[in-house]
């Protein structure tokens, strides 16, 4: 008769405590109209794609790493990227339906809005006033720092690649410095990327 096993040690009461991972939430449809609709409500001057992390985020719905894919994805993909954006998330929750009730949400407030505005300002000689041409010059400013901020978690994704400095660089030098044709540039770097995160054999035991 084998001996019983002794239980194995409780662990230290100073060890750290790492909490649980969320449990992924899946909205329902008139969950993403409705918050998508907010997001482009209070997306003014820009700078949605920042407060659509924030939004899927903050209930739950993505990941880090799956918001940087989505995001990745909306820039390389041709259109508007925080329409590309909304309809990549969308997809990704709930499917095609999930996609065409993101976009219609991000759209219906600034579609609403723009021609509020066109209406009004059809009738005021020599267009918008002064101050109101002012204030929208310093909206574009805090604008860019909204986008960046956006731009975050996929600069950290990019950082744990292989490849993925060295790529971006690359990038930003055939297209920013150089200015070459976008087109090209995408198909090399796609490419180089392609061949770095091939799929490798299982090394066998």
């Keep these: 008769?084998?001996?019983?096993?002794?239980?194995?040690?409780?662990?230290?009461?100073?060890?750290?405590?790492?909490?649980?991972?969320?449990?992924?939430?899946?909205?329902?449809?008139?969950?993403?109209?409705?918050?998508?609709?907010?997001?482009?409500?209070?997306?003014?001057?820009?700078?949605?794609?920042?407060?659509?992390?924030?939004?899927?985020?903050?209930?739950?719905?993505?990941?880090?790493?799956?918001?940087?894919?989505?995001?990745?994805?909306?820039?390389?993909?041709?259109?508007?990227?925080?329409?590309?954006?909304?309809?990549?998330?969308?997809?990704?929750?709930?499917?095609?339906?999930?996609?065409?009730?993101?976009?219609?949400g991000v759209l219906t407030p600034g579609l609403i809005a723009m021609l509020a505005v066109t209406v009004v300002t059809l009738g005021l000689p020599g267009g918008l006033p002064a101050p109101l041409q002012s204030a929208l010059r310093g909206a574009a400013c805090a604008a860019l720092a909204v986008m960046l901020t956006a731009a975050l978690p996929v600069l950290r994704v990019v950082g744990g690649l292989r490849g993925g400095w060295p790529l971006a660089l690359a990038t930003f030098a055939g297209i920013g410095l150089l200015r070459l044709d976008l087109l090209p540039v995408l198909g090399v770097v796609v490419g180089a990327g392609l061949i770095l995160h091939r799929p490798r054999p299982q090394e066998q035991p």
Aim: charged share 10%; aromatic share 6%; hydrophobic share 50%.
């Design 1 to 104: 008769m084998s001996a019983p096993t002794a239980p194995p040690p409780a662990p230290p009461e100073d060890a750290p405590h790492h909490p649980p991972a969320p449990v992924p939430v899946t909205p329902t449809h008139a969950d993403l109209l409705r918050v998508f609709a907010g997001v482009a409500m209070v997306g003014i001057g820009g700078g949605l794609p920042a407060h659509m992390r924030r939004a899927v985020l903050g209930r739950a719905w993505m990941t880090e790493l799956d918001f940087a894919e989505s995001y990745t994805l909306a820039q390389l993909t041709p259109g508007p990227n925080a329409v590309n954006l909304a309809a990549m998330i969308g997809a990704r929750l709930r499917g095609w339906p999930g996609a065409l009730w993101a976009v219609v």
